[in-house]
């Protein structure tokens, strides 16, 4: 439950006159009646956040819990945290394919994308991977799904399955170059009503219009650094770095990717 800050002012003023001590506390009344209170000693940032469309939001800063809201925390196998793109420890994940690393979140139904939906997800990543196809976000239960790779010239891609009849969309995999350069790059994939468009750093690199989709939605568990293809093992294991995975039950404007990327 997203709560609703509606005492902030009090948190402004008491900063604002200086000293807070560790007996200062921020008081939020709830429209539910309750009251939740915080000593102001322990909150570093507050943020006032009503896109409701941001269904889950990863920055992995030293976990891999997820700060949207929506409480749909990450269960970390064997990835580590590393420096993110700012060179700032333990701000990223770093999957090993060797350690089969991966990070798994349980199925949840704001993570199902229903019939005629649209949805983005957006990454920060690093690779070196050559000739192999590699795994960053998938939802994909063999049957139904999106998922969001790296194929095997090092060209980023989002596709998407549904059920019969309709089967494969999106698929964007061209003019955006290699991307398992070693260096950190955002990429972006989503679909707006029948349009695919993936970018890269910001940029669009790629666009398909095709068939309407069906519903991706299924029971499988969302996975970070691996595809599970609904079956244990899992397999496609990222080796290299992820960062800052969020995921949308919505497209995304140029400006709003713009923003992601010149977010630090
Ligand atoms: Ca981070
Ligand atoms: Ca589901």
Request: net charge negative; glycine share 10%.
């Amino acid at each position: 439950m997203k709560i609703r800050i509606i005492l902030a002012v009090v948190m402004a003023v008491a900063v604002g006159v200086g000293v807070v001590s560790a007996e200062d506390q921020m008081i939020i009344k709830l429209k539910s009646g309750g009251v939740a209170t915080f000593s102001l000693a322990d909150i570093d940032t507050i943020k006032f956040d009503d896109d409701t469309t941001l269904v889950a939001h990863y920055p992995f800063n030293g976990n891999a819990d997820d700060a949207s809201g929506n409480g749909l925390n990450g269960t970390v196998h064997g990835a580590t945290l590393t420096a993110d793109r700012f060179g700032i420890a333990n701000r990223a994940y770093h999957f090993s394919a060797q350690d089969s690393a991966y990070i798994s979140v349980e199925d949840n139904d704001l993570l199902d994308v229903r019939e005629g939906e649209d949805f983005a997800i957006s990454i920060w990543m690093r690779t070196t991977v050559q000739d192999l196809e590699i795994v960053a976000v998938s939802k994909y239960s063999g049957g139904s799904g999106p998922q969001l790779f790296v194929d095997t010239s090092g060209t980023a891609r989002i596709w998407a399955r549904d059920p019969n009849p309709r089967g494969w969309h999106g698929g964007v995999d061209f003019h955006n170059g290699p991307v398992n350069d070693g260096e950190w790059h955002m990429l972006t994939g989503m679909r707006r009503r029948s349009v695919w468009t993936i970018w890269v750093d910001g940029r669009q690199t790629g666009e398909i219009d095709e068939q309407s989709m069906g519903s991706l939605a299924n029971g499988t568990i969302l996975v970070f650094g691996c595809s599970n293809f609904g079956n244990f093992p899992m397999n496609a294991y990222w080796e290299g770095e992820l960062d800052d995975i969020s995921i949308y039950r919505r497209a995304l404007t140029e400006a709003e990717i713009q923003g992601l990327f010149n977010q630090r």
